[in-house]
C-alpha cells in the first residue's frame, strides 16, 4: 500500500506518538521511512531585538544540535525495529513547506505527522502546521493527537 513514509518530527513529546505510529506502519507493511526535521529561518524566530541578543552562528548550531538529538532517537526507535529509516534535517523552511516540499521530491506516499489541536486564538497566533500540511499537500497525510 505505502512504499515511502515521511515522518516529520519536532522532537516533542506528541511528535513522538507521530513517530512511534509511523514506524509501527512502516514495519507491519515493511515500507521504507524518511523522518524530517525541519528548522525555521533564524528571523522567523527570533524577530527585532531579541535578534541581536541571539547571534545567527548560535541559532544556526543550536538548530543543528537540536535536529541531530530529535533525529537520532527516531533512527534509533527505527532501527529496533528493523524498519529501513533515513533522515533529513531541512533548514531555513517553515515547517509545512518543508515537510510537503520533502515529501514530494522524495515521492513519499504517506506523511505522518502530530498535531496539537490548537483552536480559537491560539491556532490565529501560532498558526498550524499540521493545519497548513493536510490542506496543501497531495500526499496523504495522517495526524496523530
Known amino acids: 500500500m505505502y ?7 519536532d522532537g516533542s513529546e506528541l511528535a513522538q506518538k507521530a513517530v512511534a505510529q509511523g514506524l509501527a506502519i512502516a514495519k507491519a507493511l515493511g515500507t521504507k521511512v524518511t523522518a524530517i526535521n525541519v528548522s525555521e529561518p533564524w528571523v522567523a524566530v527570533a524577530p527585532g531585538e531579541v535578534a541581536m541578543a541571539f547571534p545567527i552562528k548560535d541559532y544556526e548550531e543550536s538548530v543543528v544540535a537540536n ?5 537520532s ?3 534509533t526507535d527505527a532501527k529496533s525495529l528493523g524498519v ?9 523552511q517553515f515547517p509545512a513547506e518543508g515537510i510537503i516540499e520533502t515529501a ?3 515521492g513519499c506516499d504517506l506523511i505522518v505527522m502530530s498535531s496539537h489541536g490548537r483552536r480559537g486564538l491560539m491556532r490565529f497566533l501560532l498558526g498550524s502546521q499540521a493545519n497548513k500540511v ?3 499537500s497531495t500526499t496523504p497525510v495522517l495526524i496523530c493527537r
Open 3 to 9: 512504499k515511502h513514509i515521511l515522518i516529520a518530527t
Open 67 to 71: 535536529a541531530n538529538r530529535i533525529l
Open 73 to 75: 532517537a527516531v533512527e
Open 84 to 92: 529501513d529509516c533515513s533522515t533529513l534535517h531541512v533548514k531555513d
Open 104 to 106: 514530494d521530491k522524495l
Open 134 to 136: 493536510l490542506t496543501h
